[in-house]
């Protein structure tokens, strides 16, 4: 098992490979502006063409540092998340009842495969803690049981969030980076002057502009990407097994469980990228369909006329038919597997 101050420096890394291999020229360029900052428990990276590139940026800054501190953040005593854990239940702010009524959509059409009341599961798992262990079967399986269908509702109307047990925790993880995209595109991007941007929240990337873009997918097993997409205007979220996880007696225990089990999925495949319009479906569909796996998630894939890249364990990429040309295998310890094919 890895120590508190190696896991830190590991994910980092992780996240910082992610940022380095959207490979935006611009941000090289003279007038380009890249900056980052820390926030959601990962780097944000900042690339922008406009005419005051710093006075968007510290908007930036402020809306993501704002939307964890204030709402999405599990420990920040200020979150409206944090506030819900704790009462087990209670009002929340308009703009997080949208967000999590679409991710109510989200579970739904996934066969609850994506599951975001599983915070109490996670924190059992203890990934990023210091002394993460596996645990035991009978705390997993009365944590599975309370997270099961219609564990929370949510009331459009007053706002208010009912959990149908004490021991559910709400865990906006698998969606709120991509909820931060959708927000930086909204807020800010679409009322500004902003011509190009491209901004990478951990795992998730906006791309926005009106050119084509190229984005690396990151190696599993090292430093650097196996593949090159090239793609228009869009949101791109990446789930793997090997950003966050812990090893016991040589076997690796990763972050994305499964809600039925309430093990870590076990299914091949090291990481699943999703490319959507929006922000909160290419994060939340990337945890989903790593869940759901690469033959049980194209009717979601479709239901959300989203494209995805699967990467497996023993080095093939399967893409839907949508991304099929969009790819360029970079690393030839890897095969390309097209949709039909498989
Ligand atoms: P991501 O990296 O977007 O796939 O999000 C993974 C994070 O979402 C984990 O670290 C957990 O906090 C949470 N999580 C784990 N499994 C699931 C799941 N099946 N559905 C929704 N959230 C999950
Ligand atoms: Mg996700």
Redesign the pocket.
Known sequence: MKNFSVKILSLITAAVTVLSLCSCSFGKEKDGFEKEFFAMDTSVDIRLKCENCEETYKQIEELVSSLDKDFLSPTSTTSSIYKVNKNGGGEVDPKLVGYLLSMIVINNKSGG????C?GSL?ELWG?GKENPAVPSAKKIKELVNACDKGAIAVDPGTREITFSSPLLKL?M??AG?GIALDEIKNEILAKSNVTECVAAVG?SILLYGERNFSVGIKDPNGAGYIAVLTLPPCCV?T?GNY??YFEKNGKRYH?????ETGYPVENGLAGVTVISENGTVS?AL???C??KGINNSAGLLKEFNCSAVFVTEDKKIYTTKGIADKIEITDSSYTLVKADEK
């Not at 972050?255 to 809600?259: M, S, V």
């Open positions: 495969a994506f599951n975001f599983m996670s990934f865990d993880g698998a980076k795992g979220s789930s950003e966050r972050h994305i469980l499964d809600p994060d990337s945890t989903a790593f869940v």
